[in-house]
């Protein structure tokens, strides 16, 4: 039994490791609840990539990627081991496995508060985690379930009642520290052209990211030069995109970035975009909008969500990803207009400050989870 009904033991689960949106969510709600006297290690169900190496409260599981069925029923026995001993007051689980695995083995465990964060649509769920998160939530398996933003919520609209119910929305926040360095110090750190106007890209490649479509706008528009920080299993197709169109001069595939050293990215990009299929709420969009970088992105609700006060602009280019003519005629206006790169990422950085703070992000999860452990 807790003595301290103010200090919690969260255990904080997500599929697997590496550096994408997710993954820095979790930890840093981690980090954040720490910080405010809680107990809250990380645990990963299996490495991706290494990552956070730093933090001694972030483990893994399995240390393989092993997606066999014997290696995820031996990640659930080793994360069931875990939880039994260790005995958290919840569990906080992030991804379609982190959450379905977690909250099982969760309640197997005997731990009463089993809370699940979506951070991407139900339906771009594979079909066996689909039908499950489906049935935990509707039952007792999920006690509480958080939304990244309204629009995943939304997507959620058909699922039963008993579902939707538990369903609140908690935007993210982001814990912004700019890079001390210049735009032509950056630019050196990634042996970028020092005099070229930059559009940067980050995040896995990947359906969701769509880097197939900005490639095309690369192909389209003459004058773009194109940096991409990430990687994944669409590379070597983009990469004989780029070969058979004679690309290579003006794109940079940096491969994957840590999270320190894509800070300064940021420093060294002129454009942030984003051709993204879908998001939950994008993590590398608030970070630019902090840096004070103009933003070209897909025309999806999340990023309207985001991007799109209720009552004025939108503080960045939106164009549907039916529309390439829309996106060339975006890009091309962008390199042409300092002025309005100056006054759409000045318009951004303000929004993102007033709108989606690291400290609301925190108070909501904090607030639940107090709530749920009375």
Same mark, same amino acid.
Request: charged share 20%; glycine share 6%; net charge neutral.
């Given at each position: 039994?807790?003595?301290?009904?103010?200090?919690?033991? +969260?255990?904080? +689960?997500?599929?697997?490791?590496?550096?994408?949106?997710?993954?820095?969510?979790?930890?840093? %709600?981690?980090?954040?609840?720490?910080?405010?006297?809680?107990?809250?290690?990380?645990?990963?169900?299996?490495?991706?990539? =290494?990552? *956070?190496?730093?933090? =001694?409260?972030?483990? %893994? +599981?399995?240390?393989?990627?092993?997606?066999?069925?014997?290696?995820?029923?031996?990640?659930?026995?080793?994360?069931?081991?875990?939880?039994?001993?260790?005995?958290?007051?919840?569990?906080?689980?992030?991804?379609?496995?982190?959450?379905?695995?977690?909250?099982?083995?969760?309640?197997?465990?005997?731990?009463?508060?089993? +809370?699940?964060?979506?951070?991407?649509?139900?339906?771009?769920?594979?079909?066996?985690?689909?039908?499950?998160?489906?049935?935990?939530?509707?039952?007792?398996?999920?006690?509480?379930?958080?939304?990244?933003?309204?629009? %995943? $919520?939304?997507?959620?609209?058909?699922?039963?009642?008993?579902?939707?119910?538990?369903?609140?929305?908690?935007?993210?926040?982001?814990?912004?520290?700019? $890079?001390?360095? $210049?735009?032509?110090?950056?630019?050196?750190?990634?042996?970028?052209?020092? !005099?070229?106007?930059? *559009?940067?890209?980050?995040?896995?490649?990947?359906?969701?990211?769509?880097?197939?479509? @900005?490639? /095309?706008?690369?192909?389209?528009?003459?004058?773009?030069?194109?940096?991409?920080?990430?990687?994944?299993?669409?590379?070597?197709?983009?990469?004989?995109?780029? !070969?058979?169109?004679?690309?290579?001069?003006?794109?940079?595939?940096?491969?994957?970035?840590?999270?320190?050293?894509?800070?300064?990215?940021?420093?060294?990009?002129?454009?942030?975009?984003?051709?993204?299929?879908?998001?939950?709420?994008?993590?590398?969009?608030?970070?630019?909008?902090?840096?004070?970088?103009?933003?070209?992105?897909?025309?999806?609700?999340?990023?309207? !969500?985001?991007?799109?006060? %209720?009552?004025?602009?939108?503080?960045?280019?939106?164009?549907?990803?039916?529309?390439?003519?829309?996106?060339?005629?975006?890009?091309?206006? @962008?390199?042409?207009?300092?002025?309005?790169?100056?006054?759409?990422?000045?318009?951004?950085?303000?929004?993102?400050?007033?709108? *989606?703070?690291?400290?609301?992000?925190?108070?909501? *999860? /904090?607030?639940?989870?107090?709530?749920?452990?009375?």
């Amino acid at each position: 039994m807790r003595t301290d009904p103010a200090r919690l033991k +969260i255990f904080c +689960i997500a599929s697997f490791m590496n550096t994408a949106g997710a993954q820095e969510a979790l930890v840093r %709600v981690s980090k954040q609840l720490r910080a405010r006297g809680h107990d809250a290690p990380v645990r990963f169900i299996y490495r991706d990539k =290494p990552a *956070f190496v730093d933090d =001694p409260k972030v483990q %893994v +599981i399995r240390q393989t990627r092993d997606l066999s069925a014997l290696g995820y029923l031996l990640a659930f026995l080793g994360l069931l081991a875990q939880l039994r001993k260790e005995r958290p007051d919840a569990v906080l689980c992030f991804m379609p496995l982190g959450t379905v695995m977690g909250c099982f083995a969760a309640a197997l465990a005997g731990i009463p508060v089993r +809370i699940a964060s979506q951070r991407a649509p139900g339906p771009t769920f594979g079909t066996a985690m689909r039908i499950l998160d489906r049935i935990w939530g509707s039952t007792s398996l999920y006690t509480r379930i958080t939304c990244v933003s309204q629009a %995943v $919520s939304d997507s959620f609209d058909s699922y039963a009642h008993a579902y939707r119910k538990k369903m609140c929305v908690i935007h993210n926040g982001i814990d912004w520290k700019p $890079s001390p360095l $210049s735009k032509a110090q950056a630019r050196a750190r990634f042996n970028l052209p020092a !005099e070229t106007l930059l *559009f940067f890209a980050a995040g896995r490649m990947s359906y969701q990211k769509y880097y197939a479509f @900005l490639l /095309e706008r690369l192909r389209d528009v003459p004058d773009m030069h194109l940096v991409i920080a990430g990687d994944g299993d669409d590379r070597p197709a983009l990469e004989a995109f780029i !070969e058979s169109h004679g690309l290579a001069p003006r794109v940079h595939l940096l491969g994957g970035v840590s999270h320190a050293d894509v800070v300064h990215l940021y420093a060294a990009a002129d454009v942030f975009i984003q051709t993204s299929r879908y998001e939950g709420q994008s993590n590398a969009t608030l970070e630019a909008m902090h840096a004070g970088l103009p933003i070209i992105t897909s025309d999806i609700s999340m990023q309207r !969500e985001t991007l799109c006060p %209720v009552d004025g602009e939108c503080v960045a280019k939106l164009v549907s990803l039916d529309d390439p003519t829309g996106w060339n005629s975006a890009i091309q206006q @962008l390199i042409s207009s300092p002025e309005e790169r100056q006054s759409l990422g000045r318009d951004a950085k303000a929004y993102v400050e007033a709108r *989606f703070g690291l400290k609301a992000m925190i108070d909501g *999860f /904090e607030n639940i989870l107090l709530e749920e452990c009375k």
